[in-house]
């Protein structure tokens, strides 16, 4: 299974940038990022997912790089609601989960 | 986006007896579905992946006997935990998945569900 690291913990000041990091380095040529969030005691929330190209949507921009061995999900005024974990996985059939960013937005 | 429900969202049982814990894609049929279960400070972790019609698939170390999957329909999956004891205390979660086309699937995760064993 192609595997996601990410740091365990990030700290945002509430309405800056929040830039989240995935490496991916063993990624292969059709398989997706995808980027999720989990809230304490709730389920995962889709926030943005892409190939190769940067995408954009109303949460979240998602830069990969040419190469396509990492990732930066951008949330670009972060709020206190967005403390979460944040996943980075990739869409092999396996759809495994990683240990996540502890994201958290202070006042 | 699409909405999975889960029901319960907890539930509280004693040790011995077995729960069952519906997953309902509400909005769209899913091909496959997931069951995570995921302990306190950790991430989710893949249990087993139902397909509808077959036989769930489950990861290593999971017990089929212990945790039984059916998958009646593309819109139900059922995950009974059997004899439960307090170690199987969790929060349980699963998804519901669209495949598309090209390695694309559209993934939605429902609420999940709190299980205390006494």
């Known amino acids: 299974d192609a595997k996601t690291t990410q740091p365990p913990s990030m700290d945002c000041a509430e309405g800056r940038a929040a830039n989240l990091p995935c490496n991916h380095s063993?990624?292969?040529?059709?398989?997706?990022v995808y980027w999720y969030r989990q809230i304490h005691s709730q389920g995962p929330q889709y926030i943005i997912h892409?190939?190769?190209n940067n995408e954009t949507n109303e949460m979240a921009s998602l830069i990969i790089t040419e190469d396509r061995k990492s990732s930066t999900l951008i949330l670009p005024h972060a709020t206190l609601r967005d403390t979460a974990v944040y996943y980075c996985?990739?869409?092999?059939?396996?759809?495994?989960f990683g240990e996540g960013t502890q994201l958290t937005v202070n006042p | 986006g699409a909405v999975v429900s889960q029901h319960p969202s907890w539930v509280i049982c004693k040790s011995g007896t077995s729960v069952k814990i519906e997953c309902r894609s509400l909005?769209?049929?899913?091909?496959?579905m997931f069951w995570y279960r995921q302990f306190p400070k950790q991430s989710l972790m893949l249990m087993a992946t139902?397909?509808?019609?077959?036989?769930?698939?489950?990861e290593q170390g999971v017990e089929k006997d212990k945790f039984l999957i059916n998958h009646a329909s593309l819109t139900l999956s059922t995950l009974t935990v059997t004899s439960a004891h307090p170690e199987d205390s969790s929060f349980y979660i699963c998804?519901?998945?669209?495949?598309?086309?090209?390695?694309?699937?559209?993934?939605?995760f429902g609420p999940g569900t709190r299980l205390t064993v006494t």
């Open positions: 139902s397909n509808e019609g077959s036989k769930a698939t489950y």
């Open positions: 996985i990739l869409s092999g059939s396996r759809l495994t």
């Open positions: 998804s519901a998945v669209s495949r598309l086309a090209g390695g694309l699937y559209e993934q939605y």
């Open positions: 063993t990624i292969s040529g059709n398989e997706y």
């Open positions: 892409g190939l190769k």
């Open positions: 909005d769209f049929q899913a091909t496959t």
